[in-house]
């Protein structure tokens, strides 16, 4: 298939620097082989040229004062991907280590994942390489207030509605909401995450991590088997592995691992979420102070593990959650995590396995959820909050987690179905490329050409 070859070559030419831009479109492109096969009208409109390249990326200077009144310059970013199903759609990241090529990869697979929620939401992505670890509240305010001084330009809720991601919570979702207030002089869902008390939806903040869970739940069900009693590893340790966290303990299994960018904590009698909680979400401390009295518990720093890959992965256990960033489970972890026995993994974070190790999971035929279908909880949620935001109402709990649970199994019964429609059975990869993929395409032809 001479254009997407092609299309991958002039991709690798024109954004050099961009590998995992470049690591994302090749794993989609490479599982639509079989759909173009079929339906040559999808070349024949042009969208595999179409749908790599943004309708519109925008960049800015992001000038702000530490506390000691000096000057300080990032650069910001907001990725408009694809408007086929909706308003762009997607979170913001704060992290050091964001590029053009981090939000480019992170703006599409936004796209496929929106698509898959069934919602009419398009795909975006936005952030800065701003890092906010060790900032005053003062200096993450006025970094937030600089940067939607900018942004709140570009956005709106029918147009684009930015949301959290890492380094993004609700404290900066407040900041830059209370920014774009002040500049607009409007009340409205432009962002989501927002406080309970001004906008908020119930269940947002849990979405993405009970969403991987509740994937995982329909993995295991489909192959007759449930999550009670299994030992799980997760990564990270913000939003998503929190609330991934506290599901699997709700559903009777054992998270027994978290971690952040210092280290990891294996705790065989299981992880203390409520201590958890109260370091990473009130006292924003390391996870090198897990509590002595855990007397099985260990700290691995991240430079102690000499072999390469991540000490995480190499923990007997039965199933895993990647929940920490992208490329943090590579192919020495994948085979570690099989020959110990993991026989189910659900991605929490954005493409969180490198190309190698998708390959070995999907070659051994285990359970395995890719991030664009199995965290697509948060960003369903967010709509969620988008439709509560428009029409004035707040819905309970109840009603938020029980469309959350039937967006997660619509989800997963689409990507099993399409990947059997094209004889890969278990292969969800290619399941949640395709049926994404064939919903924004298809609303692109419906479209016109633009
Ligand atoms: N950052 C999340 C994601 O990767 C959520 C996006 C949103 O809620 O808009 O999907």
């Known amino acids: 298939m001479p254009y997407v070859h092609d299309t991958l070559t002039r991709l690798k030419q024109s954004s050099p620097a961009q590998s995992e831009f470049y690591q ?141 991601d890492i380094g993004v919570g609700a404290r900066e979702i407040g900041y830059l909401y209370g920014q774009y207030k002040r500049l607009t002089s409007r009340y409205e869902g432009v962002l989501t995450g927002k406080g309970l008390d001004w906008g908020g939806s119930l269940g947002r903040k849990e979405a993405t991590g009970y969403g991987a869970v509740y994937f995982a739940q329909n993995m295991l ?62 006292r924003r401390a390391s996870l090198e102070e897990y509590p002595s009295e855990r007397p099985k518990a260990r700290y691995v720093p991240v430079c102690d593990y000499p072999h390469g890959g991540h000490h995480i992965w190499q923990i007997p256990a039965d199933a895993a959650f990647p929940c920490a960033t992208q490329n943090e489970l590579i192919d020495i972890d994948a085979k570690a995590m099989l020959a110990n026995g993991v026989a189910c993994v659900s991605e929490g974070a954005n493409m969180p396995s490198t190309k190698e190790a998708v390959d070995l999971l999907l070659d051994a035929g285990i359970a395995y959820g890719p991030g664009k279908a199995a965290n697509a909880g948060g960003v369903a949620t967010s709509q969620l909050e988008m439709a509560q935001n428009s029409s004035m109402e707040q819905w309970t709990l109840e009603q938020v987690d029980q469309k959350l649970q039937q967006i997660m199994a619509d989800i997963h019964r689409q990507c099993a179905e399409t990947a059997a429609e094209f004889g890969a059975q278990t292969n969800l990869v290619l399941g949640a490329n395709i049926a994404g993929f064939r919903k924004v395409a298809d609303a692109m032809i419906d479209q016109g050409l633009t």
């Open 24 to 164: 994302a479109t090749e794993e989609v492109l490479e599982c639509l082989r079989p759909l173009f096969e079929q339906y040559p009208h999808y070349h024949e409109h042009g969208i595999i040229e179409r749908i790599v390249e943004p309708e519109r990326q925008i960049m800015f200077r992001v000038s702000w004062l530490d506390d000691a009144g000096r000057v300080c310059v990032n650069k910001g970013y907001r990725v408009q991907f694809n408007s086929a199903l909706g308003p762009y759609k997607g979170g913001l990241r704060f992290h050091p280590s964001v590029t053009s090529g981090t939000i480019k990869f992170l703006g599409f697979e936004q796209i496929f994942k929106n698509a898959l929620t069934g919602l009419p939401i398009g795909g975006g992505k936005g952030g800065a390489d701003f890092d906010p670890k060790g900032k005053s509240d003062n200096e993450i305010m006025r970094f937030c207030q600089s940067y939607m001084t900018e942004l709140h330009r570009h956005i709106g809720p029918t147009r684009d509605v930015p949301a959290g």
């Open 221 to 282: 069900a489909a192959r007759g088997d449930d999550l009670h009693g299994k030992r799980c590893l997760v990564s990270g340790a913000g939003n998503v592995a929190i609330y991934t966290i506290e599901k699997l303990y709700e559903l009777g299994a054992h998270p027994i691992t978290c971690s952040d960018s210092g280290g990891t904590i294996h705790d065989p009698d299981g992880i203390d979420l409520a201590w958890l909680k109260q370091l990473k979400e009130v």
